[in-house]
Every structure is written in C-alpha cells, then in structure tokens.
C-alpha cells in the first residue's frame, strides 16, 4: 500500500478540506492510487468508472462516489469529465467505511462548487469550518444508489462477465458465452456464488441497472433504456426497476430532476 499513497491532494495541517478541479480529456486514465484521507469524486460533466480490486462504479452526473481513506482505486474516463474532488480529514467524519455511490442533489452540488471555489477549508476560519460541517451534514444525508458491480476473480467467469459489461443486453446465451470462456454453466454458477456472493443471473440483473441507471440520467426514454438492457417488454424492466428501487423508472427520474 505505501507506494500506492498519494497524499500531494490530502488536506495540510490546518486544513480540514482539500479540493482538487481538473478537466479530464476522453480516454483519460488514473492509475490505481489511494489517499490518506476521505475522497468524494465528482464530475459535474461526464462520466466515470472507477474500479477498487473486483469492484466497480459508474458515475454519471448527479452521483458521486464516497471513497475512504487508503482505499486502493483507479478512474477511467470514457467520455470528457469536468471533475470536482473534495478530500476530508478522517477524523470525526462518521461517513461510510466502504466505498458508496452518493446522490449529489441541488444544495449539495453548489456546496462542492463553492468549496472548490474556496479552494480548502481551514479548521480556524469559523465560516470555513461551518461549511465542513454542513458538507459532511449533507453527505450523511444523501441517498445511496446501488450502483457497484463486484467481478469473479477467476479468468474464465471474468471473461464471461467482460462479455456482458461490454453489452449488457446481449443476447448471446449464458451457454455460449461459457464455450467461448471454456468453463461449463455448473463451474461458472459456483465461482459466481464463492468469488461475487450471488449467481450469475442476479449479477447480471445488476449490471443491467447500472447501465440503466446511466441510460436515465443522460435523457434516454424508458423504451429505449429497457432494450438497450436486454429487455423485449419494458414492463419486464420497470418490474425489475420497482423490485430494486421501489419505484418505477419514470417517477425515479421525475424525483432526481427535483431533487436537482
């Protein structure tokens, strides 16, 4: 881990929150790296996926990701990302201990806008130290999105999940996809079961969601989004959808629009 900790970012003596802005070309890529604070990544345009070990996050605008201190991860960008990074001091935060996609609404946007603005947020300035509290108030606060995808660590079941992250709705028959992996459908539910903690039916489902979720966000009609996902009916999607959100597609996007 030592050589993979960055602390050019952490916030310095004095300083409770740090901030970094950067504008991320497409195809950009960050090693994998860790810091000696908290992080929350954000892009106010574009997209990002970022992978910690078998896990892996897409956020689309409107999301960020809570990632805590000494977490290995890398960020891949595949379109242009306007990217906000806010950096906290460990200590007395009480957020998450494992990494969490965060709903980013209105006040809470312009509350990282306006701390990047500032540039840091020192622990002596009694208006700084206002907005670290209201910051981690309205982290607390936000809505986590199930968005994670965990991958098997087994070279035959991950090409068989590569397959299906690069075309979640792909059409091609879990049969199939284990010829061309060379492991038989039995061997790859199992390592599923052990290596991800759900089978492989379950995974994809998820997949599906995070594609879906992305497809939402960008203006796509449910429609569209539930072919693109695999779907034939979108009924059979906004069940889904309901099943894992506990409300439908269209009334999920309405709230996220006033919710900012």
Avoid at 21 to 32: L, T
Avoid at 68 to 92: C, D, N
Avoid at 123 to 137: G, S, T, W
Wanted: hydrophobic share 40%; charged share 20%; proline share 7%.
């Amino acid at each position: 881990m030592r050589q993979l900790l960055i602390r050019e970012n952490d916030p310095t003596p004095g300083v409770s929150v740090a901030t970094h802005a950067r504008e991320y070309p497409r195809g950009s890529r960050i090693p994998v790296h860790a810091h000696g604070s908290h992080q929350l990544v954000y892009a106010s345009r574009g997209v990002m996926e970022v992978s910690s070990g078998q896990s892996l996050w897409k956020i689309p605008p409107h999301f960020g990701l809570w990632i805590p201190a000494r977490t290995p991860h890398r960020i891949r960008m595949p379109e242009a990302v306007s990217m906000r990074t806010l950096y906290l001091r460990p200590a007395g935060t009480r957020l998450p201990l494992a990494c969490t996609v965060l709903h980013i609404g209105t006040f809470l946007r312009e509350l990282i806008v306006e701390i990047v603005r500032v540039g840091r947020l020192r622990m002596r300035n009694r208006i700084e130290c206002a907005l670290r509290d209201l910051l981690i108030a309205e982290l607390r606060c936000a809505s986590p999105v199930p968005t994670g995808i965990n991958f098997p660590a087994d070279s035959r079941a991950y090409r068989v999940a590569q397959i299906v992250m690069e075309d979640p709705g792909c059409p091609i028959s879990l049969k199939s996809m284990c010829v061309s992996a060379g492991v038989s459908v039995r061997t790859l539910e199992r390592t599923f079961r052990r290596e991800v903690g759900t089978d492989f039916e379950c995974w994809r489902r998820q997949v599906r969601l995070m594609k879906a979720i992305e497809m939402l966000v960008a203006g796509c009609r449910v429609k569209e989004v539930a072919f693109a996902v695999g779907y034939r009916h979108p009924g059979a999607f906004v069940a889904l959808f309901r099943e894992t959100f506990g409300t439908t597609p269209k009334a999920w996007i309405s709230a996220l629009e006033q919710l900012g």
